[in-house]
C-alpha cells in the first residue's frame, strides 16, 4: 500500500482557500501512482469554532464531492482528514473516505471532543467506530484527541484492522506526546499508523508537523518532517500477521481480568 501523507498549513476560516490547496495537493500526490492519499484534521476552516454556523460544511457535501470526484479521476483512495460539517443536529468533526471509484465507503464524527481546544462546547461527540477496507486492506480512523484513549485504537484493531489513519491538529506544545502515543499504539496493537498532522498557526496555537507513519514492530517509516509538503512511503500489510505471529498479543490478552 503505497501512501501520500499530506502535511499541509491551513487557512483559519478560510475554506475556499482550503478546498483549492487540497484539490492541488490530492492532484499532485496523484501523480506518484500512490494507493491511498491522507489529509490532516478540520483542514477547511481550522479551528474558527466560532464561525461554524457561516464556515462549516453543510452535510459534508461539498467534501464528499471534492474527494468522490478527485478520487474517481485519478483512481485514487482518499482519506480525507477531516472537516467541520454542519448537521442536522449541530456541528461535528468528520472524517469521510473515498475508494478508487469515487464512491465514499465510510465516514466517522470524532468522538472524544478536546476541551483544550474548545471542541466541546461547538461540537457534538460522534457515537460509533470506523472500520473500513481499502483495496481489501480492513483500515480503522480515528481523529487527533481519539489517540489518546488506547482503548479505542484497541476496539478498531479487535474488529480488523491493520493499518490505523489518525488525521490532526496537533499542536507544537505537547509534540512529544503525539510522538510517544503514536508509537506506542504501533507497537502495542501491532498495526501501521498513518497519522498526519498539519503545519503553520492559528490565533491559539503553532504546529509543526511530525506526521508519523510507524510499522506494527514501531519502525518509523516517516517521522521529524517538520516542513509543509507530501510524504511518501510504502507499507508492507505482511508484516501485520508476522508481528502478531511473532508476540502473540491478541492471543495472550487476559479479556477475563478486565472488565
Ligand atoms: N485537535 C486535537 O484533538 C488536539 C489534541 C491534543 O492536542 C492533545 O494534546 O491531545
Redesign the pocket.
Known amino acids: 500500500m503505497k501512501i501520500a501523507i499530506v502535511q499541509m498549513d491551513i487557512i483559519f476560516g478560510e475554506p475556499e482557500k482550503n478546498f483549492a490547496h487540497v484539490e492541488q495537493y490530492i492532484k499532485e500526490a496523484a501523480k506518484e501512482n500512490v494507493d491511498v492519499i491522507v489529509l490532516p484534521?478540520?483542514w477547511n476552516t481550522g479551528?474558527a469554532l466560532e464561525r461554524l454556523d457561516e464556515l462549516a460544511d453543510q452535510n459534508g457535501e461539498k467534501t464528499q464531492d471534492l474527494i468522490s470526484r478527485l478520487a474517481q479521476v485519478h483512481q485514487v483512495n482518499i482519506v480525507a482528514g477531516s472537516v467541520s460539517t454542519k448537521k442536522e443536529d449541530g456541528f461535528y468533526n468528520t472524517m469521510y473516505i473515498a475508494n478508487r471509484n469515487g464512491e465514499i465507503i465510510a465516514d466517522y464524527d470524532?468522538a472524544h471532543l478536546?476541551k483544550?481546544?474548545d471542541?466541546h462546547k461547538y461540537l457534538n461527540p460522534g457515537q460509533k467506530m470506523n472500520v473500513f477496507e481499502i483495496d481489501g486492506i480492513k483500515c480503522g480512523g480515528m481523529?487527533?484527541?481519539d489517540?489518546?484513549f488506547p482503548e479505542w485504537t484497541r476496539k478498531h484493531t479487535l474488529s480488523g484492522a491493520q493499518v490505523m489513519f489518525i488525521p490532526?491538529?496537533?499542536?507544537k506544545a505537547?509534540i512529544d506526546?503525539?510522538k510517544i502515543l503514536l508509537q506506542a499504539r504501533a507497537i502495542e496493537n501491532q498495526c501501521f499508523i498513518v497519522a498526519v498532522n498539519r503545519v503553520g498557526a492559528d490565533p491559539n496555537n503553532a504546529f509543526n508537523g511530525h506526521s508519523m507513519v510507524i510499522a506494527p514492530w514501531g519502525d518509523l517509516l516517516i517521522c521529524n518532517k517538520t516542513e509543509e509538503g507530501i510524504f511518501y512511503t510504502e507499507l508492507d500489510i505482511n508484516q501485520v500477521s508476522r508481528v502478531r505471529k511473532e508476540i502473540p498479543v491478541y492471543e495472550d490478552r487476559r479479556v477475563d481480568l478486565y472488565n
Open positions: 484534521e478540520m479551528y470524532k478536546f483544550l481546544m471542541e481523529i487527533c484527541y489517540l489518546r490532526a491538529e496537533w499542536p505537547r506526546h503525539w
